[in-house]
């Protein structure tokens, strides 16, 4: 990394760290969807949603343990307009995304800059539909923002991020005129109610962020059928598009702004169910290799290099964290070798790093 370019990171942490302070301290004076015009899209409220897990996927309880103060406040729309927010996003952050959703490749202040970004991609979310944004919003809930929670030194920055992550409980689920946006999918069980005056419950049991399983269930009230389009977000980590079945009957579905779209008059109890591929997967670029499987990055554990043939397999799960564990096991003249893959937000600072020097 060349001195400029470290300069210039430098002085995009220090300006993340404040912009999510100030988003933590002021955020009830931001005007909130309700009270813009531009909104079409409404969030579904934290309390209209039951989480079961009890791990960093449940969004309202995993930021109580870091801090019992937080409590979900509404996003806002971008105050700037709309043109000029989408280029600065465009132009000023997502160059500089990396894969746990702050920037560059240090972790110093990571999780201020995951906060402000996080918020950022929200509130465009919210103004434009465009999944992508999500996208960027998951790296965040998956990577920087626990990292941060589970070790800062910083009281301030675990408090930040504690907001942004029960603050992005409200959406999981989003719906508009037309029907139902499923932006994250966690073990849920939601109560929708539209501003159409529609309700139905839906829920989600899933193997995500770990596993790919993912099944949900639409309950429509009195057992009627109802009209309505649902919107399943297909990751950017996705390689190919998924099958899409509706009780056991693939699907046929276009892709609309990052979202599968079924139309459908859904029955009570009609089950969705998506398989994903999430077995860790590396990326290489310049000599450098990283590992993400679904929305979680792995990390080696030790400084090798990271090598450019191996197998990878599943050894089980951490004993404290329940979180998977990996081995990349390499052969070279009849010498194995044995380099263990954690999720980032499992090893201390020192030894996070998104990107390993690839073997030559």
């Known amino acids: 990394m060349t001195r400029r370019t470290h300069h210039t990171l430098r002085n995009r942490h220090a300006a993340a760290r404040f912009a999510a302070t100030w988003l933590l301290l002021f955020s009830a004076y931001l005007p909130s969807l309700a009270q813009r015009e531009l ?29 019992q103060e937080v409590s ?7 105050k700037r307009p709309l043109p000029e927010a989408v280029a ?3 132009n000023e952050v997502a160059p500089h995304l990396n894969a746990v959703g702050s920037f560059g490749e240090t972790t110093q202040s990571e999780g201020y800059t995951a906060v402000a970004n996080l918020y950022e991609a929200a509130s465009l979310w919210f103004a434009t539909g465009e999944g992508a944004y999500i996208d960027a ?3 965040a809930l998956f990577g920087a923002l626990p990292a941060t929670m589970f070790s800062s030194p910083d009281a301030v920055e675990r408090a930040v991020a ?6 992005a409980s409200q959406i999981v689920y989003a719906t508009d005129s037309l029907g139902l946006y499923v932006n994250f999918y966690l073990n849920t069980f939601a109560h929708i109610v539209t501003t159409q005056g529609q309700t139905y419950n839906v829920d989600i049991s899933t193997t995500m962020p770990w596993g790919g399983m993912m099944k949900l269930r639409i309950r429509t009230p009195q057992q009627q059928a109802i009209p309505l389009t649902l919107r399943l977000r297909i990751p950017s980590w996705v390689d190919e598009a998924p099958a899409i079945y509706v009780d056991g009957i693939e699907q046929d579905y276009t892709v609309e702004r990052g979202y599968a779209l079924i139309h459908r008059t859904w029955k009570y ?11 860790p997967k590396p990326t290489t670029l310049g000599g450098r290799t990283r590992w993400s499987g679904g929305p979680i990055t792995y990390c080696m554990e030790d ?10 397999e599943l ?46």
């Open 39 to 67: 909104a079409t899209i409404s969030s579904v409220r934290s309390d209209s949603i039951l989480f079961l897990d009890r791990d960093i996927t449940n969004l309202q309880l995993f930021p109580l343990l870091v801090d």
């Open 72 to 78: 979900p406040q509404p996003f806002a729309l971008p």
């Open 88 to 90: 600065h996003w465009q």
């Open 137 to 139: 919003v998951e790296k």
């Open 162 to 167: 504690a907001q942004a992550m029960i603050d």
């Open 269 to 279: 109890y009609d089950e969705v169910y998506m398989l994903f591929n999430v077995v």
């Open 303 to 312: 400084t090798a290099c990271a090598p450019s043939q191996y197998d990878i």
């Open 315 to 360: 050894l089980g799960e951490d004993a404290m964290t329940h979180h998977p564990v990996y081995a990349l096991t390499t052969t070279q003249q009849a010498d194995t070798t044995q380099l263990i893959l954690r999720p980032y937000m499992d090893l201390p600072p020192q030894k996070r790093r998104i990107w390993h020097q690839q073997a030559e």
